[in-house]
């Protein structure tokens, strides 16, 4: 990995490490749904401006139909779902149930593919598992009321992100930038509906406001270019390595700016749940140096 990549990459684990410090500021006073429809939306017009820059066309009348599944399974749902949970939980306990996306995404691709679990996979799911465990089963924050439900709402959205993955694999190929385009703009359609519903905006502060444009833009939008240079340089495995980044910042950024504990079965739980991914991935350290020439986007 040169240089340039590994910036990116620590970039990527940063920016998306701080989506869960922007939810938790915004959620209580937005709530789920207004606060994830204008994310979306600022992501659309984000890409949108892009693929104007690159004159990079959706196709949508042949591939609608991809938008929405990818839309609600990878953006809407687990965006959402995030969203209600950070109403309750701490950025740093979202970011590390966040974690567990692909052990998930292992799980369904082996039922969907009907074959077993190898032993290495099994382990890697009991250690997730019991890493997560550790975690609720130590955390104050567990304790509030509505924390049981809020903790089922973030592992479902992890959930909801191994079904997209599971897919995306299966799925006709589609170029990634228009993926992200297409399937942010069919976020923004599907969940628009529920808007009127709401009850009276209330009065935000600055800081929500700030928040907001900040999961919309960049944890969305300037996210997903990041991402796609990564996996054009790096291959997708390679570029799987911010999953394992994502919960330090999420925890560094939930200490610096909210005063949340960092306690040693944070720390402990964090770790047990990444290596366990690792090993249900099958993710090695080697595949960061890439076994051919990159291919650019």
């Known amino acids: 990995m040169n240089p340039a990549d590994l910036v990116r990459l620590l970039s990527l684990a940063a920016i998306w490490g701080g989506s869960f410090l922007f939810m938790r500021i915004a959620a209580p006073i937005l709530g789920p749904v207004l606060l994830i429809e204008i994310r979306v939306g600022l992501a659309a017009l984000f890409l949108f401006a892009i693929s104007r820059l690159r004159n990079r066309r959706l196709d949508v009348k042949a591939n609608w139909k991809h938008y929405l599944v990818l839309g609600w399974f990878n953006s809407a749902l687990p965006f959402l779902l995030f969203a209600f949970a950070a109403r309750t939980l701490s950025a740093s ?8 996306a692909p052990i998930w995404g292992a799980i369904i691709l082996a039922v969907v593919a009907r074959t077993r679990l190898t032993t290495r996979r099994a382990l890697g ?4 598992l019991s890493g997560v465990a550790l975690l609720l089963g130590l955390d104050a924050m567990t304790l509030r009321p509505g924390a049981l439900l809020a903790v089922l709402a973030a592992l479902g959205a992890a959930v909801s992100y191994g ?19 297409g399937s942010m703009w069919a976020a923004t359609a599907l969940i628009a509906p529920a808007v009127p519903l709401l ?3 209330p009065t935000s502060s600055e800081g929500v406001m700030t928040a907001v444009l900040a999961l919309g833009v960049i944890c969305s939008g300037v996210a997903y270019l990041l991402y796609f240079r990564l996996i054009a340089d790096l291959g997708a495995t390679s570029a799987l390595t911010v999953t394992f980044l994502v919960p330090v910042f999420g925890i560094l950024w939930g200490s610096l700016f909210l005063g949340e ?9 964090s770790l047990i749940v990444m290596f366990g991914t690792a090993l249900v991935t099958g993710f090695s350290p080697r595949s960061l ?3 051919k020439a990159p291919v650019k986007a």
């Open 199 to 201: 009850p009276a905006i």
């Open 289 to 291: 140096v890439p076994s």
């Open 125 to 128: 799911l009991g250690m997730g």
């Open 93 to 100: 306990l979202l970011s590390v149930l966040n974690a567990t």
């Open 261 to 269: 504990k960092v306690a040693w079965y944070t720390v402990a739980g």
């Open 163 to 181: 079904i997209a993955t599971t897919y995306a694999k299966s799925a006709k190929k589609i170029d990634a930038f228009c993926n992200a385009h």
